[in-house]
């Protein structure tokens, strides 16, 4: 099973979109994709289910708030994964407008008397999805987290569970301008869970970057404009690794997506712009697996 995190600290920038098509993609593959909606904005679970059907079967107790609110109070048995995975076109784990106070409540355990208890609560407070998502290995070929625009105690629940990370953007300065400060996090978080895992039984991370995925590209003459591609350009030559796929914009077809219930990937289009970008995200989906190799 592999695991990858799906993160930008911008908004905005394509992330629950590229999260959707890639899990819709391989499952249509016959790989067994299970996909973990982290944002509050709960985007990604809209992109599955009405409004209406989560409000009504799934918001009160499948949600991956409901099972850190159980962590949190107590509550016996805590319910697995298992209990919360709802099968749509993918597995998917929803998530909840309130799971944005679920990081309060969480940082009340990193607390400790003493530096022992100090690093016993942090192993134990990062590693939640780690320790729950190894009881479904055997179940799944690859998880997805749509983690939210933060590097919030949930995020980095995710970061410490994965075995990789990729990182959406649109090729401006506001969308590519905290890429080298997230990988920079993720490099200090990943160092002090390693030196706190020392004596411990609790296993290192080395959760690996594999890459920009340019979104929302504007092209002509089926190349990169010349805005985009002078991102494109800074991004190599600082040395950060990107997809040689990217995806362009298109914004009739992308803000629909969620009405039709399923991602644009999975849409037919016989010619045309629209038949072009599923290409494209065919092409994201075949290079992103060979890289995390499924």
Not at 3 to 25: D, H, P
Not at 209 to 230: D, E, K
Request: hydrophobic fraction near 35%; include cysteine; glycine fraction near 6%.
């Amino acid at each position: 099973m592999k695991v990858v995190s799906v993160i930008n600290y911008k908004g905005g920038v394509g992330k629950t979109t590229i999260t959707a098509n890639l899990a819709s993609e391989m499952s249509s593959r016959g790989k067994k994709v299970l996909a973990i909606d982290l944002d509050p904005q709960t985007n990604l679970t809209f992109s599955y289910m009405k409004v209406e059907d989560w409000k009504e079967n799934y918001e009160r107790n499948r949600t991956i708030k409901y099972w850190f609110d159980s962590l949190i109070d107590g509550i016996s048995p805590i319910p697995t994964f298992s209990d919360l995975i709802i099968r749509k076109d993918i597995d998917i784990i929803c998530s909840h407008l309130g799971l944005v106070d679920v990081d309060i409540e969480l940082a009340a355990g990193l607390t400790g008397n003493t530096e022992r208890q100090q690093k016993h609560n942090f192993l134990r407070t990062y590693s939640y999805i780690r320790n729950e998502l190894s009881n479904l290995r055997e179940e799944y070929d690859v998880v997805l987290f749509d983690c939210p625009p933060n590097f919030s105690i949930v995020t980095k629940n995710a970061i410490v569970a994965s075995d990789y990370y990729i990182i959406p953007a649109k090729m401006d300065y506001l969308s590519t301008l905290g890429i080298n400060q997230l990988r920079n996090h993720v490099d200090n978080l990943v160092s002090q869970y390693n030196r706190y895992c020392d004596g411990t039984m609790t296993q290192p991370i080395d959760p690996k970057f594999l890459g920009v995925i340019a979104t929302m590209i504007s092209l002509r003459n089926q190349t990169p404009i010349a805005a985009h591609q002078y991102y494109i350009d800074a991004l190599t030559r600082n040395g950060v690794p990107l997809f040689r796929s990217m995806i362009r914009e298109n914004k009739t077809l992308f803000s629909s997506a969620p009405d039709f219930g399923y991602p644009v990937v999975k849409q037919q289009h016989a010619s045309g712009t629209y038949a072009e970008i599923v290409r494209e995200l065919q092409e994201l989906t075949t290079e992103f697996m060979e890289k995390i190799g499924v």
